[in-house]
């Protein structure tokens, strides 16, 4: 894994000012630092390099072609790299390295844009090429390496974090108020917005073009080269062996690598899978688990018994109460955005003792939005299952609920998701922070007029008109909006900023293209309905692991942070979230009334109290 970043300007740019802002992510890549200027100065591309294929210095970033026309910076691998070399080199092509690096720019010789559809990996990219005067910027399928570009005093920026365009001189820290709203409700900054206005990320599957001309760099043109696809097939009977095949191919096609590699393993059925498959594909397994002195938590028994099944190399840490504060300020500096899913923290540790042994890690993210994993798929399931006119009468139930349960009830939340428009059900159900009524209570100054004028359903209904409910089935458009949004905007960033806070590469192997693929074909009755979720998974999964582990109830990779917080740690996050930082976006009387009710244990706030506690430490490290 590595960190890029470029700057196209109308004038010679500062290339010691580029070095600068690329040594900013020296995290992303410990092993070598590269810097390449166009002949005018114009054009500047920096690299840090964590090697993995081909780790000799001929294999560095940025990397130029034979004939020097094009120039290559990107942070990720390219897995089926072994055979575009074999087609390019059946088409005359001779190479130099082993590298990934330089086959992906022969492939961008060749095929131009049209090579990112042939590419299986995870990937951001950059090329410059001299013979069009152009740069072309592009992110794999399904987001999991970031990019973010900005426009500054006309120059057009990029950079794998944020912490590297913001080094720029005359880039303005303004906050964007609507980033706020989708990270106190969603938990994080959707794409393609940034907490910085006038930033921005480039969406998974897209490309982003921008002409250097005479008077400068031209407006960026985006273009969508890769989206999920929704083809049910009726035809299988069943899914079982397509999908144990698709899972061990992947894990075979992604082990590879020319420094050691092992198996996140958390003991739950996607992080089990990968493990299993990478055994079954002929690989021996390090495998690496954090768990909890909280049993309600502690999935370490589990995992050790898929351990002692693949006879994996097995290593597992203990995450306490005190290893929260111990490196939060650290996890500010890396998130560069407000975040607020707190397994960031479990995921940290996990990642920096495995780091210990290896430097390639297969990890199971991405197996709940693929194959509808979360128990929310139930929900929708039976959503899915109502006959017509059960809306209506789950309007009438709702209205009666509003009467005599408590705002939070749980029950009254569910009959609201049954009765509302599938947009809004789907808002509701990712909301994993501040309901929107206690926020548009609590918000203050520009937050305020935020909430009124940006509403998390807005966002849910725009990716929708690409999956709509009608068309493809609230199963389906759930999965969609999950993949869009809780894997992009959370799920990846958590991973990716964890993981290379400790220069450790992370590969989620159900995001490999062909799982990616065949997920699409499988109907979603097979997957989720009012009482199941995952079900064509696990049903797949039967030989390869014990019922005990596919069947159990399903705990996610968290940690205990709410009875942490009636402890000493709640009251650092007390006087943080009540503090004067926060004074100016958020009602204090609000956010008192949030901690006393949580302490008290009145009520479950950890989500909504960890958020207030990481945007007063991020406001204090970023807005200061």
Same mark, same amino acid.
């Given at each position: 894994?590595?960190?890029?970043?470029?700057?196209?300007?109308?004038?010679?740019?500062?290339?010691?000012?580029?070095?600068?802002?690329?040594?900013?992510?020296?995290?992303?890549?410990?092993?070598?630092?590269?810097?390449?200027?166009?002949?005018?100065?114009?054009?500047?591309?920096?690299?840090?390099?964590?090697?993995?294929?081909?780790?000799?210095?001929?294999?560095?970033?940025?990397?130029?072609?034979?004939?020097?026309?094009?120039?290559?910076?990107?942070?990720?691998?390219?897995?089926?790299?072994?055979?575009?070399?074999?087609?390019?080199?059946?088409?005359?092509?001779?190479?130099?390295?082993?590298?990934?690096?330089?086959?992906?720019?022969?492939?961008?010789?060749r095929?131009?844009?049209?090579?990112?559809?042939?590419?299986?990996?995870?990937?951001?990219?950059?090329?410059?090429?001299?013979?069009?005067?152009?740069?072309?910027?592009a992110?794999?399928?399904?987001?999991?390496?970031?990019?973010?570009?900005?426009?500054?005093?006309?120059?057009?920026?990029?950079?794998?974090?944020?912490?590297?365009?913001?080094?720029?001189?005359?880039?303005?820290?303004?906050?964007?108020?609507?980033?706020?709203?989708?990270?106190?409700?969603?938990?994080?900054?959707?794409?393609?917005?940034?907490?910085?206005?006038?930033?921005?990320?480039l969406p998974?599957?897209?490309?982003?073009?921008?002409?250097?001309?005479?008077?400068?760099?031209?407006?960026?043109?985006t273009?969508?080269?890769?989206?999920?696809?929704?083809?049910?097939?009726?035809?299988?009977?069943?899914?079982?062996?397509?999908?144990?095949?698709?899972l061990?191919?992947?894990a075979?096609?992604?082990?590879?690598?020319?420094?050691?590699?092992?198996?996140?393993?958390?003991?739950?059925?996607?992080?089990?899978?990968?493990?299993?498959?990478?055994?079954?594909?002929?690989?021996?397994?390090?495998?690496f688990?954090?768990?909890?002195?909280?049993?309600?938590?502690?999935?370490?028994?589990?995992?050790?018994?898929?351990?002692?099944?693949?006879?994996?190399?097995?290593?597992?840490?203990?995450?306490?109460?005190?290893?929260?504060?111990?490196?939060?300020?650290?996890?500010?500096?890396?998130?560069?955005?407000?975040?607020?899913?707190?397994?960031?923290?479990?995921?940290?540790?996990?990642?920096?003792?495995?780091?210990?042994?290896?430097?390639?890690?297969?990890?199971?993210?991405?197996?709940?939005?693929?194959?509808?994993?979360?128990?929310?798929?139930?929900?929708?399931?039976?959503?899915?299952?109502?006959?017509?006119?059960?809306?209506?009468?789950?309007?009438?139930?709702?209205?009666g609920? !509003?009467?005599?349960? #408590?705002?939070?009830h $749980?029950?009254?939340?569910?009959?609201?998701?049954? @009765? /509302? +428009? &599938?947009? =809004?059900?789907?808002?509701?159900?990712?909301?994993?922070?501040?309901?929107?009524?206690?926020?548009?209570?609590?918000?203050?100054?520009?937050? !305020?007029?935020?909430? #009124?004028?940006?509403r $998390?359903?807005?966002?849910?209904?725009?990716?929708? @008109? /690409? +999956? &709509?409910? =009608?068309?493809?089935?609230?199963?389906?458009?759930?999965?969609?909006?999950?993949?869009?949004?809780?894997?992009?905007?959370?799920?990846?960033?958590?991973?990716?900023?964890a993981?290379?806070?400790?220069?450790?590469?992370?590969?989620?192997?159900?995001?490999?293209?062909?799982?990616?693929?065949?997920?699409?074909?499988?109907p979603?009755?097979?997957?989720a309905?009012?009482?199941?979720?995952?079900?064509?998974l696990?049903?797949?999964?039967?030989?390869?692991?014990?019922?005990?582990?596919l069947?159990?109830?399903?705990?996610?990779?968290?940690?205990?942070?709410?009875?942490?917080?009636?402890?000493?740690?709640?009251?650092?996050?007390?006087?943080?979230?009540?503090?004067?930082?926060?004074?100016?976006?958020?009602d204090p009387?609000?956010?008192?009334?949030?901690?006393?009710?949580?302490?008290?244990?009145?009520?479950?706030?950890?989500?909504?109290?960890?958020?207030?506690?990481?945007?007063?430490?991020?406001?204090?490290?970023?807005?200061?």
């Amino acid at each position: 894994m590595c960190g890029i970043v470029g700057v196209v300007d109308a004038r010679p740019v500062d290339a010691g000012l580029v070095a600068r802002m690329r040594d900013e992510l020296a995290h992303r890549g410990p092993d070598d630092a590269g810097l390449w200027a166009s002949d005018d100065g114009r054009v500047v591309l920096g690299h840090r390099r964590l090697a993995v294929i081909d780790p000799r210095p001929e294999a560095s970033q940025p990397f130029r072609s034979a004939d020097g026309r094009q120039v290559l910076i990107f942070n990720g691998e390219i897995y089926n790299f072994a055979a575009l070399r074999r087609e390019l080199e059946g088409e005359g092509h001779r190479f130099r390295t082993r590298s990934d690096t330089e086959v992906l720019l022969a492939a961008y010789g060749r095929w131009g844009r049209a090579c990112l559809e042939r590419l299986s990996g995870m990937f951001a990219l950059a090329i410059w090429d001299a013979s069009t005067r152009r740069i072309l910027c592009a992110r794999d399928r399904a987001g999991e390496k970031p990019l973010y570009h900005a426009r500054v005093n006309g120059a057009f920026l990029f950079a794998s974090e944020l912490k590297a365009i913001a080094a720029w001189p005359g880039f303005t820290r303004r906050l964007d108020p609507a980033a706020l709203v989708d990270f106190f409700t969603f938990g994080f900054v959707a794409d393609p917005r940034a907490i910085w206005e006038g930033c921005a990320k480039l969406p998974p599957g897209h490309w982003l073009e921008v002409d250097l001309t005479e008077d400068g760099p031209g407006p960026e043109r985006t273009g969508r080269y890769w989206d999920m696809e929704f083809a049910p097939d009726a035809s299988v009977a069943s899914w079982d062996e397509p999908v144990r095949d698709a899972l061990e191919q992947a894990a075979n096609e992604m082990a590879v690598s020319d420094v050691p590699l092992g198996a996140l393993l958390s003991g739950g059925v996607d992080s089990s899978a990968v493990t299993a498959a990478l055994s079954r594909a002929g690989h021996t397994v390090r495998s690496f688990t954090i768990g909890f002195d909280e049993a309600d938590y502690d999935e370490r028994p589990f995992a050790r018994q898929v351990a002692d099944r693949y006879r994996t190399d097995h290593t597992e840490r203990v995450v306490a109460a005190g290893d929260v504060e111990a490196v939060l300020e650290r996890m500010v500096w890396h998130y560069d955005e407000p975040f607020n899913d707190y397994s960031y923290l479990p995921t940290f540790y996990l990642c920096r003792m495995a780091r210990e042994q290896i430097t390639v890690a297969l990890s199971g993210d991405g197996g709940d939005e693929v194959f509808a994993g979360y128990r929310r798929y139930q929900r929708v399931g039976r959503r899915a299952a109502q006959p017509p006119g059960a809306r209506w009468l789950a309007g009438m139930a709702h209205a009666g609920a !509003r009467l005599f349960l #408590a705002s939070r009830h $749980p029950l009254r939340r569910t009959l609201g998701q049954y @009765a /509302a +428009a &599938p947009a =809004a059900m789907f808002a509701d159900m990712l909301n994993l922070g501040f309901p929107l009524p206690l926020l548009a209570r609590a918000a203050r100054g520009p937050l !305020r007029d935020a909430v #009124a004028g940006h509403r $998390p359903e807005d966002t849910v209904r725009a990716h929708l @008109a /690409a +999956a &709509p409910p =009608a068309e493809v089935g609230l199963v389906n458009a759930m999965r969609y909006l999950d993949l869009k949004l809780t894997l992009a905007g959370g799920v990846l960033v958590k991973v990716d900023r964890a993981s290379m806070a400790v220069s450790l590469e992370v590969r989620p192997v159900f995001l490999h293209r062909g799982l990616l693929r065949l997920a699409g074909r499988i109907p979603p009755e097979f997957l989720a309905d009012g009482s199941h979720s995952k079900e064509a998974l696990k049903a797949a999964l039967i030989p390869w692991l014990p019922e005990e582990i596919l069947y159990r109830k399903k705990m996610g990779f968290a940690m205990p942070l709410g009875r942490w917080l009636r402890g000493d740690l709640g009251e650092d996050v007390g006087r943080a979230a009540a503090g004067e930082r926060l004074a100016g976006l958020m009602d204090p009387a609000v956010v008192e009334d949030l901690v006393r009710r949580h302490q008290s244990g009145a009520a479950d706030a950890a989500s909504m109290l960890h958020s207030l506690y990481f945007l007063d430490r991020w406001l204090a490290r970023w807005a200061a």
